[in-house]
């Protein structure tokens, strides 16, 4: 739910406090935060391995800016995890995916779990992560942050030549002799941009599984299908990932001159988006990562943006978008991503470009 956000704060009343992530667990959705100067009594997390069937609960999110809703419900489900310990409680509560992070409490007060929305749109029992899982959070995200190390630690600011190609392409953009994407431990490292405030930050896509139809990347923060699908479960790359069709931003056997149009609902927020797309052309680009035979894919429309930004049946607007992605064939990778819109009480205007991309 973090991923992408230039701040973190935190709300109480009228107030916000500044927070930082401590720890991410990118496999469950939790994140640890270290809020400035704020003091309140610690929640009492249940010391039960798992509630009951039936168990009653109340949910608390604040999905909307009108405050916390609570909503009364029971257990109707237990998920085990590959190492056969619980990992998802399925409750009969009716939440927006937007109360993602609320709390789950039994009838003393007890933390229960943490919501983390449905496992997929047809999916009518909300989840939450069991409250035990709290406390491996800082462990997990400690090691999944070291095992990114080497990319993100890798200076950002300072564009390379493009006379330095990455070792893992060659110097017309292909993939190096002896290297087959995908392949666990691929990398892809971009930079995000953006263009208002002119900060920057890093963005890697790592891959850690690779199956007959699916490829994961980032413990299964983003998942491509072989057959174009493209499901995003934390986005992390801006509007590349927030706004993304289904189908990815690439329509398959994409040609120049190819004219197309989308109606989705975006990811995590199930805002509605209307788009055209074109396939304007082919040229060659120079990005950080170097020069590669492109075909440059236009997009214009509209997306649905929510009233200071709380997506959860509040007050919605449509405003115009336009996005531009430089697809480079031979990577079967977008190597450039530009976004825009301006809302009333927001606006974007970004870019996404890459570093490099390398196997580990």
Known sequence: MLAGASGIAV???NVSYDATLEAPDVERDLCLLRVANFSAPAVVITAAAAPSFGQKIVAAASPEAAGVALQEGSVAGLRAGADGKLDRIEITVQMPSAASGGGVFDDSGRLVGVLAGRADAGDKLLKAVPANSIAAARERGTAAMASYKPSLL?????????????VATDEAGGIAAGKQSPAVGEVWRYELVDKLTHKRRPVVYRVDKVEAERVSFNQGARIESRDGRVEIATPAGGDFDAVSPPRGWV???VKPGMRWKYSYKQPGTDLPTELSGEATGESTITVPAGSFRVLRIDYKGYVMRPFYGFSGGGSQSSVPYTAVAWYAPELKRVVRFDASYVARWDKVDESLVLLDHRFD
């Open 11 to 13: 709300r109480r009343d």
């Open 154 to 166: 890798a200076p950002a600011a300072a564009p390379a030549p493009a006379a330095a190609a990455p």
């Open 251 to 253: 329509p398959e056997n």
